[in-house]
């Protein structure tokens, strides 16, 4: 009998650190899940754009638009994406800030899209350094005017740019406080901060930033609790806003809507 027990016990505990050992070496393809193929472009759509490559600073080519706002554009923003789909995906919200009289730089990280390379916390990092440095040395833009913002995991790679330099203001949305405590949530089973290799730390980057903030989250949000734009927002300095939508965690800003796009327009509103 006690033999069949432990045979059972040390069964559980093997199939245990099996399953840990695999969430610690298949983690990046539990994060990213990146399209290569680009569905659509902004001209599809009565938006006007230039397609543009940048160099990252270990030496990755990566795929981007600009869109230009006519005819006086209010400023610059600086989009982050998610972890999933590419550029071709964030078209609503292209047109979104296109009617806000932003013009709007987004990038595809590395293996996204028609970037080179292939994702990680780090890359991620120096695609989003490449991506700043483009519009400011390259396009001559003021750090003044670019708003940088950032959705999902672009929130925390949004925040980190933001804690390295000084924009007009930040804003994310759907952000989580970091990689392990969203890992926590669905691997309570698990000693997540042993295992997690990804840090992105938002809660960490936005303590430190010196521009407005804006965090927008929906309390319905099905991926990324509530909880976390809340904790997010309470570790900000001032000065700073947070704007309640309505809807999922991929959908929130389109069934929110007018009030969505209004919110946007006060918050820009005060930093200008």
């Not at 160099?55 to 999933?84: C, I, K, M, Q």
């Not at 292209?94 to 028609?114: A, K, M, P, V």
């Not at 290799?197 to 903030?213: A, E, H, M, Q, S």
């Amino acid at each position: 009998m006690w033999n069949g027990i432990a045979l059972i016990a040390l069964t559980l505990v093997a199939a245990y650190l099996i399953l840990a050992t695999l969430l610690y070496v298949f983690q990046d393809g539990l994060i990213y899940y990146p399209a290569r193929q680009l569905v659509v472009t902004p001209n599809q759509f009565g938006l006007d754009y230039e397609p543009v490559s940048l160099e990252t600073e270990d030496g990755v080519r990566l795929s981007a638009w600009y869109l230009e706002a006519n005819p006086t554009p209010r400023g610059v923003l600086l989009f982050f994406h998610g972890n999933a789909g590419n550029i071709s995906h964030r078209i609503v919200s292209l047109q979104l800030f296109n009617r806000l009289g932003l013009s709007t730089f987004i990038i595809d990280y590395r293996g996204f899209g028609e970037s080179e390379g292939k994702p990680s916390e780090a890359g991620t990092y120096l695609d989003a350094e490449a991506a700043w440095r483009y519009l400011v040395e390259q396009r001559k833009i003021d750090p003044s005017q670019i708003v940088i913002f950032g959705r999902s995991l672009g929130a925390a790679i949004a925040s980190y740019v933001a804690s390295k330099h000084t924009p007009r203001a930040l804003i994310i949305e759907s952000a989580f406080t970091s990689a392990a405590d969203l890992a926590g949530r669905y691997y309570p089973f698990m000693p997540v901060r042993w295992l997690t290799r990804f840090k992105y730390n938002t809660l960490d980057y936005v303590g430190t930033i010196k521009c407005p903030l804006l965090v927008v989250h929906s309390r319905h949000d099905n991926v990324i609790p509530f909880s976390h734009g809340r904790r997010i927002f309470d570790a900000a300095p001032r000065p700073k806003e947070f704007l309640e939508i309505t809807g999922s965690h991929n959908d929130g800003f389109m069934v929110t809507g007018k009030p969505y796009e209004d919110g946007l327009m006060r918050f820009l509103a005060t930093t200008e």
